[in-house]
């Protein structure tokens, strides 16, 4: 089978992409993967790039309207028009069998229906499949059981689509038609790209939505920097990361982290990110050590707390290694993951960002730490999931 894979946004939405492609080859199929940018600099993998840059996109020079308005016209549109067609351009080009795709790709139904293959929808956050359980991710009300309203709110994502409805007509011209198709098919199935175990199924999703676990590539990751596996098997320690979330002090948050794990007698590994964390300055003492990047399940398994922004990927690789958690939710689906793992007993109540303080982080580390063994218990779970096995055969079914 051919399969064209299209995804777009930041790291914790490329890895999941990276690891189903891979597994997909291994098991005899011929692959192609289009990436925000940077296409080449993944080995073993067939892959082309559409152009997007993440982090400008999502670094508008201000936070006034007037700044973010200016960020959206001068960076967002142009960004996602060349995006939107370049991921047609090249499904035409690759000529698959099937196209799965991130939501943000959405001119994918429209080349898949022009190809006359069926499409496959991938979520890794209930954005586009409605529930009466439980709000849409990354909505204004994501954290608020609304009960029987619940199901509205996924009207959000679906309006905020449609404001690129122009730039999706205007990439048709890469058609071999070169107009769009009159009418618009659903989606054969949905990859549901969740863990059950911080997510239990609702009994109204319907039966073409896969709920396969997280995807995750299984052979375990090491780090090749001997300083980080000094530190890492010096004692206990917390993971930090704040992944591509730049907003705000850095370094000031930094400073709250390790004064905060101190506190509790914790060593702190800083992985800075784009930016979302910073060695605090005149802080070079032994029992901090900032790295820009890390493979989480290298050191994940040694930390015995981490505190992060409760982006889907962060989420699910930190509850898979095991290990509780402190959340400080930014934006988009954080909230709703930051919820979700506070429920299911493997972190402590969210702390809001702007209530992020040592007199906040201090208690909420400590109860992070007294959760240990439901986050252990968990994570055994979580391990046995196999979300890219089970997305396969899922595609091979079809």
């Known amino acids: 089978m051919r ?4 995804t777009a946004g930041t790291r914790g939405d490329v890895e ?3 690891a189903l492609a891979r597994h997909a080859a291994s098991r005899g199929h011929e692959v192609r993967l289009a990436l925000p940018d940077d296409a080449d600099a993944l080995d073993g993998v067939d892959t082309v790039a559409l152009g997007l840059d993440a982090r400008r996109v999502l670094s508008p020079a201000g936070r006034t309207p007037w700044a973010i308005a200016h960020h959206l016209r001068s960076e967002v549109r142009p960004a996602m028009r060349r995006m939107l067609a370049a991921a047609v351009r090249e ?3 690759f000529d698959p069998d099937v196209v799965v795709h991130h939501p943000l790709i ?5 080349v898949a229906d022009s190809l006359g293959v069926p499409r496959v929808l991938a979520e890794f956050a209930p954005v586009a499949t409605p529930s009466d359980r439980f709000p849409a991710a990354g909505g204004p009300t994501a954290t608020r059981d609304l009960g029987a309203r619940n199901r509205f709110t996924y009207a959000v994502p679906r309006t905020a689509a449609r404001l690129f409805d122009a730039d999706v007509a205007r990439a048709a011209a890469e058609l071999p038609s070169g107009r769009r198709p009159a009418g618009r098919l659903p989606s054969r199935a949905t990859l549901m790209a969740v863990s059950p175990a911080l997510l239990p199924r609702p009994d109204d999703w319907p039966e073409q939505v896969h709920q396969t676990g997280a995807w995750y590539e299984e052979a375990p990751s090491t780090s090749s920097d001997p300083v980080v596996g000094d530190f890492v098997g010096a004692g206990p320690f917390v993971v930090a990361s704040f992944g591509s979330m730049s907003t705000g002090d850095a370094s000031a ?6 004064a905060a794990a101190r506190s509790h007698g914790l060593r702190v590994l800083l992985v800075t990110g784009w930016g979302g964390l910073a060695l605090p300055a005149g802080c070079h003492d032994p029992d901090v050590l900032a790295v820009r990047s890390v493979p989480f399940d290298a050191v994940l398994s040694r930390a015995v707390l981490a ?10 690789a930190v509850a898979r290694a095991g290990v509780p958690a402190v959340v400080v939710p930014v934006t988009a689906d954080q909230p709703f993951w930051a919820a979700q793992l506070h429920r299911q007993g493997v972190a402590a109540a969210p702390i809001p960002f702007r ?4 007199g906040t982080l201090v208690p909420a580390m400590g109860d992070a730490l007294s959760r240990r063994e439901r986050a252990a218990e968990v994570g055994r779970v979580m391990r046995r999931e196999h979300g890219v096995h089970r997305a396969v055969d899922v595609l091979e079914s079809l």
């Open 3 to 6: 399969m064209m894979l299209l």
């Open 16 to 18: 999941p992409f990276v």
């Open 91 to 93: 499904t035409v080009a």
């Open 106 to 110: 959405l001119s994918a139904p429209m």
């Open 253 to 258: 948050r930094s400073g709250t982290i390790v």
């Open 307 to 316: 505190v992060h922004h409760g982006g889907a990927g962060t989420a699910h």
């Open 355 to 358: 209530r992020l303080s040592a």
